[in-house]
């Protein structure tokens, strides 16, 4: 859920979930086209499965939102649900389905929440106005935010929903064309483009909007590219991209630590110009009828992330993490 409840109640609440949803988790890695193929799978019971259903049928592709993805992002999460309302509310109902009304209710609200971020503080109005498939991206490293993209099926609908917030909150300025300079004072901003909207914090928003404008006389990216041919292909009803480039050095930095030595400047910028465009691990969702089955595939896979943490800590670091 992106964070660690420090809060005793919280965590039982979420052991309960866990406990009441959840059968087993297993992992297993393979090596696969020159990298690591990670597969997690999460056992569900058959009712739950059932209910799932709708968050996992896909629709037909949309190549047309490629207009609206800058050609470098950080990460890039598609949502190609056939319905965004009914896969919204069969993830809402499984969870009251399994639990007791006190942790159903939280995490109603839990999930409800997750959608803040962008401006949409009630999905129920505002997502039957939206069209597949839904992107969520996180547009440079070091962005605290990200910002989503969608198919507008019904603007009038969506605009009133977003104007007409059931909170007390911020409400998202509306703006016109990629051409447009939303005012940084406010909080949200939504930009309605050909069709589409982009959603979130003003702050994530006008980068974007910046990246777009520059890249109308440019060529593709080649990093872009190799993430829409491989989405072209992916059947999934949820993929992820993210750029690995970090880990990877991380990875080779802790190998080269252990040996004692670490890399130069010089060392460090030609290893990155090495990693290229394999710097993208790919995600990809599925729901089988027994759980939820998920791949990543990438360079040096789940052991890069393991072995990163026996990298030696600071002389100061060991009573901070104690």
Do not use: H
């Amino acid at each position: 859920m992106g964070f660690v409840p420090a809060d005793p109640q919280l965590q039982q609440l979420l052991v309960m979930g866990a406990t009441s949803i959840l059968r087993t988790i297993a992992w297993t890695a393979l090596p696969a086209d020159g990298g690591i193929e990670d597969r997690f799978f999460f056992s569900l019971d058959p009712d739950v499965v059932a209910r799932l259903q709708p968050a996992f049928e896909t629709s037909r592709r949309d190549e047309n939102i490629w207009k609206l993805v800058p050609d470098n992002f950080e990460s890039l999460t598609i949502y190609r649900s056939r319905e965004p309302a009914a896969a919204w509310k069969s993830l809402d109902t499984t969870v009251s389905f399994k639990l007791d009304v006190l942790p159903a209710v939280f995490f109603g609200s839990l999930l409800s929440s997750s959608l803040v971020g962008y401006g949409i503080e009630n999905p129920k109005a505002t997502l039957p106005a939206l069209s597949p498939p839904l992107l969520t991206m996180k547009t440079a490293a070091g962005a605290e935010g990200s910002i989503l993209i969608a198919r507008v099926s019904d603007e009038a609908l969506l605009r009133k929903a977003l104007q007409q917030q059931s909170n007390e909150g911020p409400k998202p300025q509306l703006v016109d064309g990629l051409q447009s300079d939303p005012d940084p004072a406010r909080e949200f901003a939504a930009v309605f483009a050909e069709g589409y909207v982009l959603l979130g914090r003003t702050e994530n928003v006008v980068p974007c909007l910046v990246e777009l404008r520059k890249r109308q006389a440019a060529a593709v990216a080649a990093n872009k590219k190799n993430v829409q041919d491989s989405a072209r292909e992916n059947t999934a009803a949820i993929v992820t991209y993210a750029n690995d480039e970090a880990r990877l050095t991380s990875f080779i930095s802790t190998l080269l630590l252990l040996q004692g030595r670490s890399l130069s400047s010089e060392e460090l910028g030609k290893l990155q110009s090495t990693f290229g465009d394999s710097s993208f691990a790919e995600t990809e969702t599925r729901l089988s009828a027994a759980g939820i089955e998920r791949k990543t595939r990438s360079a040096f896979g789940q052991f890069s992330t393991l072995i990163a943490l026996l990298k030696p800590n600071p002389p100061n670091s060991v009573a901070r993490q104690q």
